[in-house]
């Protein structure tokens, strides 16, 4: 039995249903039966993309709406079995410019929604969907779950009470919820307009469009999560009691130097230009430096592992582009 | 030099300021020649009470108003060398009930505080009061800085946003700001008509009353600060260079048991009974067990100590509400 079989019926709510993540995991669940309601604000500087759901538009609803507006989400959340909780704004420099968007959305809109849930649908179970950003810089690699959180920037301050409320609502009401701390995720249907939800989107872009692109501080360590993967983890998330309460690192194939990765992108690309620069002075007091992840955990207790390897995954996500560019400007 | 002598003729202002440590602050600072503002909602169910200021009264400036009001915030700060940020909403009980309030006066007013500061007022030093509620349930004792965060309650949650505002500010922004993370804090002015503040101001309201008084699970271990060595350390931690984007653990004299701390009020007070039971089971889920500070970080770095012993500061304690309980109920 495949992870998303045992939704078969079940009935699913997504938030941020129309973005890169949501739309991945919609697919996923409209395939193995579920009856699945994607809501999404369709804010033009966030995820949110019709055409990612256009295969699979008759066997989904959407709603357009916000996580902000309390009312929609009261009547929506009524009736599901699971919420995956995937809404959120993911610039960092958006979150330091309009800190209190941020605010509302990844922090006050959460609390919301828990709260809807305590006196609505308590039964509900939940995933968030968590960021390595709370880490911070980290004093250590690779990152386990028992690091510090020292968030560099205001997204990661709020995405880091976001998930606490997930894990306090578990804890105090029983509603049972879970978080995943995603590293970089790629792949198809991600935003590629700009750099808002990873800056792998807009290399991709600039590569397919035969524009070079810039790579900053090239030998900085990251690691990158194939979309189909982080899909998989949310399933085994939602699915799994063992996960109620927990928070799990989501980690990558392997860590690679950002040159490398400019690189894997050129060669999926068969051809592409980039120039390696220094860090923005303006961006260096939020940039974390190197990172992985150190996913040990959800292994241990999921039974999840990365299967995508990134020289795939990333091929893939340059073909889908290749193809579908047009869509995503 | 007194550590509150380099205070002399500085414009100070302190947010929760008619509270029980920021009117002890001030006394403090007024004492010292600081032009001291205090600002207070005067919300009755918090700390703010008119008498606290009684007999600094003609020495300070008095501005009532709410740190959530962004327009009367924005005044206020301006001209300000430094600003205690002790304002918050500080019962755990009713963050879980209102989650709300707590998160707009813990979370987003804190967030408005210091973008009102980077716009108006970037010199100014800040000194925020966190709490050791960011911590939740302690893993080992006593409890550093390098504990993890996993607060119990939407107030912790909101306060470790809050307080990593302050340390984002510092680091992205330069706005100088440090934050302490208190435990409990006890001493003359504190709000004994209920537990909102701590269940130390029950105790004594109801001892000096003749009333028995509750003390829950005897046996748990917790540290207590008496509030004159709480004030050293805020000034401390607002004067020293090395201060800032720091977090500093406040400790006590020495950890006691509830049990051991209800027979000290009763001595303090020349009589008194209490009863032991069992905590109660509604308020088990957020409660947080042993706990006790490790404050080696803020003896090392900033030469502080807690110098009134336990027992000596209740008797204070005890006494003063004797004589002026009247204006606490």
Same mark, same amino acid.
């Given at each position: 039995?495949?992870?998303?079989?045992?939704?078969?019926?079940?009935?699913?709510?997504?938030?941020?249903?129309l973005?890169?993540?949501?739309?991945?995991?919609?697919?996923?669940?409209?395939?193995?039966?579920?009856?699945?309601l994607?809501?999404?604000s369709?804010?033009?500087?966030?995820?949110?993309?019709?055409?990612n759901?256009?295969?699979?538009?008759?066997?989904?609803?959407?709603?357009?709406?916000?996580?902000?507006?309390?009312?929609?989400?009261?009547?929506?959340?009524?009736?599901?079995?699971?919420?995956f909780?995937l809404a959120?704004?993911?610039?960092?420099?958006?979150?330091?410019?309009?800190?209190?968007?941020?605010?509302?959305?990844?922090?006050?809109?959460?609390?919301?929604?828990?709260e809807?849930?305590?006196?609505y649908?308590?039964g509900?179970?939940?995933?968030?969907?968590s960021?390595?950003?709370l880490?911070?810089?980290?004093?250590?690699l690779?990152?386990?779950?028992?690091?510090?959180?020292?968030?560099?920037?205001?997204n990661?301050?709020n995405k880091? *009470?976001? /998930?606490?409320y &997930?894990?306090?609502?578990n @804890?105090?009401? #029983?509603? %049972?919820a879970?978080? +995943?701390?995603?590293?970089n995720?790629?792949?198809?249907?991600?935003r590629?307009k700009?750099?808002?939800q990873?800056?792998?989107?807009i290399?991709?872009?600039?590569?397919?469009?035969?524009?070079?692109?810039?790579?900053w501080?090239?030998?900085?360590?990251?690691d990158?999560?194939?979309?189909?993967d982080?899909?998989?983890?949310?399933?085994?998330?939602? *699915?799994? /009691?063992?996960? &109620?309460?927990r928070?799990? @690192?989501l980690? #990558?194939? %392997?860590?690679?130097? +950002?040159?490398?990765?400019?690189?894997?992108?050129?060669?999926?690309?068969?051809?592409?230009?980039y120039?390696?620069?220094?860090?923005?002075?303006?961006?260096?007091?939020?940039?974390?430096?190197?990172?992985?992840?150190?996913?040990a955990?959800?292994?241990a207790?999921l039974?999840?592992?990365?299967r995508?390897?990134?020289?795939?995954?990333?091929?893939?996500?340059?073909?889908?582009?290749?193809?579908?560019?047009?869509?995503?400007l």
């Amino acid at each position: 039995m495949s992870s998303a079989d045992r939704f078969h019926g079940s009935r699913v709510l997504v938030t941020g249903g129309l973005g890169f993540i949501g739309s991945n995991l919609a697919a996923r669940l409209a395939g193995a039966g579920a009856e699945v309601l994607l809501v999404d604000s369709l804010i033009p500087e966030y995820g949110g993309n019709l055409f990612n759901v256009g295969e699979i538009r008759d066997r989904v609803s959407i709603n357009i709406s916000d996580v902000r507006d309390e009312h929609s989400m009261r009547f929506l959340v009524q009736g599901c079995d699971y919420l995956f909780n995937l809404a959120g704004q993911t610039s960092h420099m958006d979150s330091m410019s309009d800190p209190f968007t941020d605010l509302e959305i990844n922090c006050r809109a959460q609390l919301s929604i828990l709260e809807t849930c305590r006196r609505y649908n308590p039964g509900i179970r939940i995933v968030f969907a968590s960021t390595r950003q709370l880490y911070g810089r980290p004093d250590y690699l690779p990152v386990d779950e028992s690091h510090l959180l020292r968030p560099v920037d205001v997204n990661g301050i709020n995405k880091m *009470a976001g /998930e606490w409320y &997930h894990i306090l609502y578990n @804890n105090v009401y #029983g509603i %049972r919820a879970s978080a +995943l701390r995603l590293t970089n995720t790629y792949g198809p249907r991600m935003r590629v307009k700009d750099a808002r939800q990873t800056f792998l989107g807009i290399w991709i872009r600039l590569a397919v469009e035969g524009k070079p692109f810039e790579v900053w501080d090239g030998d900085q360590l990251r690691d990158f999560t194939y979309v189909d993967d982080a899909v998989e983890a949310l399933l085994l998330a939602a *699915a799994s /009691e063992e996960a &109620h309460g927990r928070v799990y @690192n989501l980690g #990558g194939d %392997r860590p690679v130097s +950002l040159k490398e990765l400019a690189e894997l992108v050129v060669v999926a690309n068969n051809g592409g230009e980039y120039s390696v620069r220094s860090f923005p002075p303006e961006r260096k007091p939020i940039d974390i430096g190197d990172y992985y992840a150190d996913d040990a955990r959800i292994r241990a207790e999921l039974g999840w592992e990365p299967r995508v390897p990134l020289a795939a995954g990333i091929a893939r996500t340059v073909a889908f582009y290749q193809e579908h560019l047009a869509h995503y400007l």
